[in-house]
């Protein structure tokens, strides 16, 4: 936890967004960020009636590791790099040299195709709103971060390989020595600070005005594991209990019939 407090220490790095993301919005809140992560973590955990999967392994786990140690999890958060006293170096993101920003095109609804293959994203980052059978987009050799420049605040990821038509309701942020995914969630919490909101519009020049925390690559790549290891940790929680809930109600049917 001390590790965790380190490298949040101001400067502060939030990690935001819906799902299974993690956030936490300052110093003073992160012992109730953990508390919150392993409370669900034990509340995943309390669901499963380990005893019955246990016996079920084979059939229903492959044969899978069922343990869920939550001193594994803070293990993996004491894997969080320890920033400089000074806090970490902080890059606006104008600098062209560290950052490329773009806004899409606008886009018809006569040119939308449902049997393109080519997702189209609008305001609402995290959900395509039509597909199409063109590109804007050239090279899809890194990875992106996307932001709605109007509607509700929003920031997804875009990994590298991955092709998709921004409209001119979406923005898109590339990194050059950095890691995307950390850089999204940093942006989130960004611009939930200068309020960016259907009414305050996050247009492509108040993002390049941002000045966000950008740690060296080897520190951000440290972050970007945790991260990965924790929303994996999660999953497989999530993905158990539903697969138990499932055994537990066929053995039932089973007894009745």
Request: one cysteine or more; a negative charge.
């Amino acid at each position: 936890m001390e590790s965790v407090k380190q490298i949040l220490r101001n400067p502060l790095i939030v990690w935001g967004g819906g799902g299974n993301n993690l956030s936490f919005s300052s110093l003073d809140s992160i012992d109730i960020f953990i508390a919150q992560i392993l409370a669900h973590i034990a509340e995943l955990e309390s669901k499963l009636d380990f005893e019955f999967l246990q016996s079920l392994n084979a059939e229903v786990t492959n044969k899978e590791s069922l343990t869920l140690d939550s001193k594994e999890f803070q293990n993996i958060l004491n894997a969080l790099p320890i920033p400089p006293k000074e806090g970490w170096e902080r890059k606006r993101l104008s600098d062209k040299t560290k950052f490329s920003l773009s806004i899409g095109k606008r886009v018809l609804d006569s040119e939308l195709n449902p049997k393109g293959n080519i997702p189209v994203y609008s305001a609402n980052v995290k959900k395509p709103f039509g597909f199409i059978d063109k590109e804007i987009l050239k090279d899809y050799t890194n990875e992106s971060v996307l932001w709605g420049i109007d509607g509700d605040w929003l920031v997804s990821f875009m990994p590298k390989n991955t092709p998709f038509y921004p409209t001119d309701h979406c923005g898109v942020l590339r990194v050059n020595g950095g890691e995307a995914k950390l850089i999204a969630y940093i942006l989130g919490d960004e611009g939930e600070r200068a309020g960016f909101s259907r009414t305050l519009r996050a247009s492509i020049e108040r993002i390049a005005a941002l000045k966000i925390i950008f740690p060296p690559l080897k520190s951000q790549q440290q972050i970007v594991n945790v991260i990965e290891n924790i929303e994996s940790h999660i999953t497989h929680l999530d993905s158990i209990t539903p697969l138990l809930e499932s055994k537990k109600q066929e053995i039932l049917l089973e007894s009745l019939m």
